[in-house]
């Protein structure tokens, strides 16, 4: 069984709409929880860090992290045909420590 | 300010082959990771060093990989002999501090013949 399962899609949906993505994890050891976002042929970008759970909002992105549950989200509101990529969630037990990913779930955003 | 760069961007190269992999980090960034995507898995955590010191190499597959940062700035990752399941996309991150943002290169992406 992996660590951390992802849907990998792929997910399309029409512009304007909220995106919900969503990872579970198996290691209660996990304690900071991120999202990437990858475009095709570059490398993870960095869109949201969290370390307790709860949500965390930054613009149009809500990370939300429920750690009795084992399981994490990331929502997208108004979605922009730019905001397709592939969305990889990744954690690690300590800062610095290796980032376990999910496979990553590929989004197209439609106008 | 430069992001991390990794040198090739492509490489295609015949089994038994060697190939070496170079990663700059971001200037004064003294943590460097690298990390591998093999074709529809996940990505997944190679080896860390902080300076010139390896300090978590538990995810390195075997010892055909060899991976050097002399001096604690660019790093090297040698594939040597290359075998069919070393392609994939090998990526390098790096960050300040332990604690801080591991930012990511492009990649460079493998291909065994």
């Known amino acids: 069984q992996k660590e951390v399962e992802q849907d990998p899609g792929p997910l399309s949906v029409p512009e304007g709409a909220i995106v919900s993505l969503n990872c579970t994890y198996s290691n209660s050891a996990f304690q900071y929880f991120m999202w990437y976002r990858q475009y095709s042929r570059k490398g993870p970008e960095l869109l949201m860090y969290?370390?307790?759970?709860g949500n965390k909002e930054d613009g149009r992105f809500t990370a939300q992290v429920d750690k009795s549950s084992k399981y994490i989200s990331l929502f997208i509101r108004d979605s922009q045909p730019s905001d397709s990529a592939t969305y990889l969630c990744a954690m690690c037990t300590g800062g610095g420590n290796k980032l376990t990913f999910g496979t990553g779930t590929q989004l197209k955003v439609e106008l | 300010e430069a992001g991390v760069t990794q040198f090739p961007s492509h490489s295609v190269i015949e089994k038994g082959q060697t190939v070496t992999l170079r990663c700059d980090p971001i200037?004064?960034?003294?943590?460097l990771y690298w990390y591998r995507r093999v074709m529809g898995k996940e990505i997944k955590f190679l080896l860390h060093?902080?300076?010139?010191?390896?300090?978590?190499e538990s995810g390195m597959p075997n010892n055909r990989f060899l991976a050097e940062r002399t001096g604690g700035t660019y790093s090297t990752l040698k594939v040597q002999p290359a075998e069919l399941e070393d392609s994939g996309v090998y990526f390098c991150a790096s960050s300040q501090d332990l604690t801080d943002t591991q930012y990511f290169g492009p990649g460079t992406r493998l291909t065994v013949l």
């Open positions: 060093f902080v300076k010139e010191s390896k300090q978590d």
């Open positions: 200037s004064g960034h003294d943590n």
């Open positions: 969290t370390y307790s759970s």
